[in-house]
């Protein structure tokens, strides 16, 4: 499989080519060779907050790879510039989200025409749209800046300032500045290398927030007061252990600051009371390995301010509710709700009248409302075989309503505001397609494949109607599969460009997410990791199988975590696939493991296992790590994108992965390598930026089963 034949007027460009610099090391008695250890360059912590500093023939290689990879899929250039413009065609341009109140505002996020970036907004409550004051025009923020994304954003009790970070760089060390909502004008308080989320205090005088370390570590909690140099900032709680994540929010009850602790199996909180900011940080459940919980509050359930916690505690492997006096959560706790194994609580809420709660069951989500006063429940669902739902309690204790999402692969994203006393739904937006879109156009599936070890593994299917299931048509599967992150059954405009143009798009819903509850976590980490491939790869199996698509016209696709899964199965199963795109891919497992300088390497630990200390963790992460497994196969088409800035992936693994597949492969199909060398890990944070790089990909896809010049259905409205 080739692009377009050279003509006299064409000729292939020559594949980028690392050099080989011979570097070795001895780990538990085994000799690791990596010639491309050179690309990891030693001021990296420096370079992804300054991309200027980057040695020169490291990038000089990359934009080797970059115009290799511009030149190999410039033939493919128009259909990406018509993908564009059908995905485009899809999105309203000057969209909004719909308002949420807050105390005697509704704020909201919105999009002007053409623009790029969101801007945030308030009117009073109650109000047309016409008193609408926008509070930051991301837009403008954005000018001059080859990278900015918007962070987190939050006002004060009062109203009148908002904390507000942002990202110029895409290395997420965020800054935090304070506006002052009378002026327009941002006050000469300015915190860098922070997470960017904050919870005021009561009185409004000051904030606490998270600050980054050089190795982009959340280990520090801090507390801002205004008018004051940061420098001389409070810090109010510092975790020793490198391996934890540390995160600030606010119970919906405005009551606490909580402080959450956690690593991928165990968590913790410390609270402190909004209104005594100076308090220290009080424990409320001391760590327990592999016990998780997450609270809210409630002043006054059952005559006292209580804890409402959802944990895994005492076996409860899919989770439970409990609450705890809140000034005593160390004493006896009342089940709220038992641990019911199979039904995986995701979240909750607690309102002064009702808990409502998000759980699921086989992958299907349902929401659960319960009256406080008499313990009643009544359930909100839906009929399609597969959907994505969510839920926003807002920011509002004393009320009655809730909000959901819910949408399908078919169905775009519906709002609704449910009345969690009465039952009635008020439907607040319905996503609108300004090209035209019919959902009776197109069947949504949910199928289950037999993985080796028998486990049945949910697929979700989303192809046109009346497609001939005949294995004839090309398939895009997507999968992720890590730290309990569960891929939803939503709506997507974008990738039913590939469906109008014969795509069977499919979601495997393999272990290590969350899809079935806790314990599919469990059987896709640590020892248990191999399943997430050969989950995968029973998943193409079963749809050729099916008639959905045939070997060989599968196109893989995932990131992040979801590329080591691409980098793994590509190495055992390449005669299934056409193509692998592999967004910002992790695959450099061994090495990164090892590396315990890198920022999320002490974090990863838990999830992958720790090969420095542990003999047993290196020769199983050894055994399936992509670049560790790179041998003489006949690989299908690869896309690898990464970041430069990417303190997540770092640009180095995939590099160095897309130039071992280069020296490996036996076949004739090409190993592209595309870095954004203006963005991290979620790539370009301009909405229509966003765009080309889906589009790209897409192109990619396409072209790798032959579809190229197809021409998508015709719209329908």
Not at 126 to 144: Q, V, Y
Not at 149 to 154: C, E, P, T, V
Not at 499 to 516: L, P, Q
Not at 595 to 600: G, R, V
């Amino acid at each position: 499989m080739t692009l377009p034949a050279q003509t006299p007027e064409r000729r292939d460009p020559t594949p980028a080519r690392a050099e080989r610099r011979p570097f070795a090391r001895e780990i538990h008695g085994v000799r690791l060779e990596d010639p491309y250890a050179w690309l990891k360059a030693e001021n990296w912590a420096e370079a992804i907050r300054r991309p200027e500093v980057l040695p020169a023939d490291i990038r000089a290689y990359l934009d080797a790879e970059n115009a290799y990879a511009a030149a190999l899929l410039g033939p493919l250039e128009p259909l990406k510039t018509k993908l564009v413009g059908e995905m485009r065609g899809r999105i309203k341009e000057d969209d909004s989200t719909t308002p949420s109140p807050d105390g005697p505002y509704e704020y909201a996020v919105r999009y002007r025409e053409g623009g790029q970036h969101p801007l945030i907004v308030r009117r009073p409550r109650g109000a047309e749209a016409e008193a609408e004051r926008t509070l930051l025009d991301g837009d403008a923020l954005a000018k001059g800046h080859a990278f900015f994304q918007l962070g987190h954003w939050r006002a004060s009790p009062d109203h009148a300032l908002l904390a507000w970070s942002a990202d110029d760089k895409g290395s997420e060390f965020d800054t935090i500045r304070v506006r002052d909502l009378e002026t327009g004008a941002d006050l000469p308080d300015e915190i860098p290398s922070a997470t960017g989320a904050t919870v005021w205090a009561a009185d409004g005088r000051s904030f606490w927030y998270v600050r980054l370390d050089e190795r982009h570590r959340a280990l520090e909690v801090y507390r801002h007061r205004l008018g004051s140099p940061v420098e001389q900032d409070e810090l109010v709680f510092k975790e020793q252990d490198p391996g934890w994540f540390v995160g600030v929010e606010e119970t919906r009850s405005g009551a606490f600051c909580v402080i959450t602790v956690s690593d991928h199996d165990t968590s913790e909180a410390h609270l402190i009371p909004r209104g005594a900011p100076e308090s220290p940080p009080r424990l409320v459940w001391p760590r327990r390995t592999g016990v998780r919980y997450e609270l809210d509050h409630h002043p006054d359930l059952d005559g006292r301010s209580t804890l409402v916690i959802r944990t895994n505690a005492d076996g409860a492997v899919d989770f439970k509710l409990v609450a705890v006096a809140a000034d005593e959560p160390a004493g006896p706790a009342r089940e709220i709700l038992p641990h019911r194994p199979g039904t995986y609580v995701l979240d909750h809420a607690v309102t002064a009248r009702h808990l409502v709660r998000l759980e699921r069951v086989d992958a299907v989500p349902r929401l659960v409302v319960r009256t406080l006063a008499d313990g009643g429940e009544h359930e909100i669902a839906f009929p399609e075989e597969a959907y994505a739902l969510g839920f926003d309690a807002g920011r509002e204790f004393d009320a009655d309503r809730t909000r959901f999402t819910y949408s399908s692969p078919a169905t775009p994203a519906e709002v609704w505001d449910y009345d969690m006393a009465t039952g009635e739904r008020r439907l607040r937006k319905r996503q609108e397609i300004p090209s035209g879109h019919d959902p009776a156009a197109y069947v949504t599936r949910r199928l289950t494949a037999t993985a080796p070890d028998g486990a049945q593994v949910p697929v979700t299917v989303l192809h046109r109607a009346g497609l001939a299931l005949d294995g004839s048509a090309p398939c895009l599967l997507y999968g992720y599969g890590a730290y309990g992150i569960s891929i939803p059954a939503g709506f997507s405009g974008g990738r039913l460009s590939l469906v109008d143009r014969g795509f069977v798009y499919a979601i495997a819903h393999v272990r290590g997410g969350t899809e079935k509850g806790w314990g599919w976590y469990l059987d896709g980490k640590l020892e248990n990791k191999p399943n997430t491939f050969s989950d995968f790869i029973a998943v193409a199996e079963h749809l050729a199988e099916a008639g959905f698509t045939s070997s060989g016209r599968i196109v893989a696709h995932g990131g992040s975590a979801g590329g080591m899964l691409m980098g793994a199965i590509a190495n055992l199963r390449p005669d299934l696939f056409a193509g692998i795109i592999a967004d910002v891919p992790f695959v450099d497992v061994l090495t990164t493991m090892l590396d315990d300088t890198l920022p999320l390497t002490p974090p990863e630990w838990p999830e992958w296992g720790n090969p420095i200390e542990d003999p047993e963790a290196f020769r199983r992460i050894r055994s399936y790590s992509p670049v560790d497994n790179v041998g003489p196969r006949p690989y299908p088409a690869i896309l690898a994108l990464a970041g430069l800035t990417d303190p997540r992936v770092t640009y180095w693994e995939p590099a160095k992965w897309a130039a071992r597949l280069r020296d490996a492969t036996t076949s004739d199909r090409p190993i592209l390598l595309k870095t954004n060398m203006d963005a991290g890990h979620g790539g370009a944070a301009g909405r229509f930026d966003r765009l080309e790089e889906v589009a790209l990909s897409y192109a990619f896809a396409l072209w790798a089963v032959g579809k190229a010049e197809a021409e998508p259905a015709a719209a329908t409205a």
